[in-house]
């Protein structure tokens, strides 16, 4: 069961990371001078993205509504989040490897296809979209009621029995 100082250190990390994706986001462009540090920059943002996944993931594992067996209800409630969260780490993994092979030898010179153009404006929208559903999902998951037997619970789990 997650208590309360427990998620007050998940919520913590979770922000943290999204923080740092953030700030990559927002000023990755600004360090193309230099792509080795730009690499290692989009190399941790991926994987704070995919550790961002995991721990929504075990916050998700760690319900009560999980072991009780209602795996259904939960994926329901959440599908939006995990559809995002996948479209963009693919999207995120695609841009920078478009941006990194256009810049690495050229870094200084302004490189822009169109369809890079068109894939950076695309991820930046749907992470604007990840960070509303992360942030939402991670409080909604700090509700002691899915860490607990209760009416709606009992009610849900009589439906799908049914």
């Known amino acids: 069961m997650l208590q309360t100082g427990n998620y007050s250190l998940v919520l ?8 740092y994706d953030l700030f990559v986001n927002a000023f990755s462009e600004l360090l193309r001078g230099t792509p080795v540090v730009q690499l290692v920059l989009f190399i941790m943002q991926d994987i704070a993205i995919l ?3 995991i721990i ?8 009560y509504v999980f072991q009780v067996g209602l795996v259904s ?3 329901k409630q959440f599908r939006a989040l995990l559809l995002f969260s996948s479209i963009y780490l693919t ?3 695609c841009l920078h490897c478009w941006l990194l092979n256009l810049r690495w030898l050229e870094s200084n010179g302004f490189v822009w296809t169109d ?31 899915l860490y607990e037997a ?3 619970l009992r009610d849900a789990f009589s439906r799908a029995r049914q």
Not at 56 to 63: D, E, K, V
Request: charged share 10%; net charge positive; proline share 2%.
């Open 51 to 53: 550790f961002n996944m």
């Open 150 to 152: 209760s009416s709606w």
């Open 73 to 75: 209800l939960l994926l």
């Open 115 to 145: 369809g890079l153009q068109a894939l950076f404006v695309f991820q930046r929208t749907v992470a604007v979209l990840y960070y509303y559903l992360y942030k939402r999902t991670a409080e909604y998951l700090g509700d002691p009621r």
């Open 91 to 93: 999207l995120s993994i």
């Open 12 to 19: 913590l990390i979770q922000t943290t990371l999204l923080a």
């Open 56 to 63: 929504i993931l075990l916050m998700m594992f760690n319900t």
